[in-house]
């Protein structure tokens, strides 16, 4: 007769084949994952009209019936880079707002936001604004997201005491405004966007 043991291969342990399923299921998250990643490096560097299900694929390292395996159709998948790219730019602010004391955090904060290495992200993040007239998900998800990161760079700014939340607010739309000026414009470097948000917000 069979012992339980021999069934489960050692007391409390894990079936080969509950084995080969996690890992499965491991491989499938890091393939959505990579295609996600692809996604938002496609939109940031050939914007939304070149972002094909057949372009990401190809810069996932995949195949195209993967990405429709994972996400069904392309305004799923972008839907899906919608959420992904906008908890990153709003994550990276609310990390600094976490991470960094008063001094100098304003500098410190403007160092961080209009870095190069954050220029695909934030590229990708104002193509979604574009999709966002066309799909209304997109478009509360970009109007959600551009609340939190208000909310968020709020702290990071300079205080200019209590009961002024709108004047905070108005520095806020600021630092967006030279951030899309410095994505419209096309330049790669930062450094004159980056000190007119900070001359606007330190006068």
Avoid at 29 to 52: D, F, H, K, N
Avoid at 141 to 170: A, H, K, Y
Avoid at 184 to 192: A, I, K, L, Q, S
Wanted: net charge positive; proline share 3%; aromatic share 6%.
């Amino acid at each position: 007769m069979e012992s339980s043991q021999s069934k489960t291969g050692s007391l409390g342990g894990s079936t080969g084949t509950e084995t080969k399923n996690l890992s499965g299921r491991s491989r499938g998250v890091a393939s959505r994952e990579a295609i996600l990643s692809a996604a938002i490096r496609v939109v940031g560097r050939q914007g939304l009209p070149a972002a094909s299900l057949g372009v990401i694929a190809k810069e996932a390292g995949t195949s195209k019936p993967a990405v429709l395996y994972h996400f069904g159709a392309r305004q799923k998948l972008l839907r899906e880079m919608a959420k992904r790219s906008l908890s990153l730019f709003v994550g990276h602010i609310q990390n600094l707002a976490t991470h960094h004391g008063e001094a100098d955090r304003t500098r410190i904060a403007f160092d961080a936001i209009f870095s190069k290495d954050n220029r695909e992200l934030l590229l990708a993040v104002r193509e979604l604004e574009t999709l966002g007239a066309r799909d209304e998900e997109v478009a509360l998800l970009v109007r959600r997201s551009f609340s939190d990161f208000e909310q968020l760079l709020g702290p990071l700014l300079p205080q200019p005491g209590e009961g002024n939340d709108e004047v905070v607010s108005e520095m806020a739309r600021c630092v967006y405004g030279f951030l899309q000026r410095w994505l419209c414009e096309g330049v790669e470097d930062p450094t004159r966007y980056k000190q007119g948000a900070l001359h606007a917000c330190l006068k």
